[in-house]
């Protein structure tokens, strides 16, 4: 899967007893445009299920995969799920500071060049542009960049993150018989941690293709300030739903595509 990065994204997330104001947290999603990201994100997860079709069973998928995979991947329904863990992970005055920042003139120069990014590298010419465009990048403007990755721990959090959805894909495959013989825990584990060198290369590779794109259009000051939100314990709390809540919604889908893809590889769709 895709690494996920998102406006401040840290850490996982850990539990959080009370329960955010609706109304504050439909404000959240605004200022955020996370629908607009899960819309962008649904179309990653449509081309990675073209991916899938090829590698694990061509020509076998057609029509029929193509709706699995949409209604998996639904936007709508993804963004219902992101709502509930935002809710459940936020509460109390630590939203206000989020809400102030993003809805401020910087806050949504930031969100729009994020979504814009992301969208414009769904193209594969773009894409490569952008990883090329790494070794022309300014030493100081680098420098602020990989500070920026440091202090959000995102190459970290994005590893761990694809890996977990990479484990919960494997066991959607175990549990929808994929396999003629039998697949153990520790064969699972073994598969999953041997991506783990390729995943924490392309991970940070790709984070700094995008966010030197996304950025490009930040003074070192707007980023330098981006920073400091980051390191603000509003901005911690945040990105501790944030990225809790991704986590959740991508091992669903992943475990989701695994049970669906274990049909066609066995032959029950095709």
């Given at each position: 899967?895709?690494?996920?990065?998102?406006?401040?994204?840290?850490?996982?997330?850990?539990?959080?007893?009370?329960?955010?104001?609706?109304?504050?947290?439909?404000?959240?999603?605004?200022?955020?445009r996370l629908g607009e990201i899960l819309g962008v994100m649904e179309q990653e997860g449509l081309?990675?299920?073209?991916?899938?079709?090829?590698?694990?069973?061509?020509?076998?998928?057609?029509?029929?995969?193509?709706?699995e995979a949409a209604q998996i991947h639904d936007r709508d329904a993804s963004e219902r799920q992101m709502r509930?863990?935002?809710?459940?992970?936020?509460?109390?005055?630590?939203?206000?500071?989020?809400?102030?920042f993003f809805a401020s003139p910087l806050g949504q120069k930031i969100t729009g060049a994020e979504l814009s990014a992301?969208?414009?590298?769904?193209?594969?010419?773009?894409?490569?542009?952008?990883?090329?465009?790494i070794a022309d990048l300014d030493p100081d403007r680098e420098r602020l960049l990989r500070r920026f990755i440091a202090v959000n721990d995102l190459i970290e959090s994005n590893v761990v993150g694809g890996l977990n959805s990479n484990y919960a894909?494997?066991?959607?495959?175990?549990?929808?018989?994929?396999?003629?013989?039998?697949?153990?825990e520790s064969e699972m584990l073994a598969e999953v941690w041997s991506q783990e060198p390729e995943l924490r290369s392309d991970t940070e590779e790709w984070l700094l293709s995008y966010l030197g794109l996304a950025y490009s259009v930040l003074s070192d000051e707007e980023l330098a300030r981006y920073v400091e939100?980051?390191?603000s314990d509003a901005g911690a709390a945040f990105n501790r739903a944030l990225f809790g809540a991704f986590d959740q919604l991508f091992n669903?889908?992943?475990?989701?595509?695994?049970?669906?893809?274990?049909r066609y590889m066995s032959g029950e769709d095709a």
């Open positions: 899967m895709r690494a996920i990065l998102f406006s401040l994204a840290l850490s996982l997330a850990v539990p959080v007893a009370a329960t955010a104001d609706p109304a504050r947290i439909d404000r959240l999603v605004e200022v955020t081309a990675y299920a073209d991916t899938l079709e090829r590698d694990l069973f061509p020509g076998k998928g057609g029509a029929g995969w193509d709706l509930e863990a935002f809710a459940a992970g936020l509460a109390g005055p630590e939203l206000d500071p989020v809400l102030d992301r969208e414009a590298m769904l193209d594969e010419a773009v894409d490569e542009a952008a990883r090329e465009a894909f494997y066991r959607g495959l175990v549990d929808g018989g994929a396999f003629s013989y039998d697949l153990g939100v980051s390191e669903d889908i992943s475990y989701r595509l695994g049970l669906a893809a274990a």
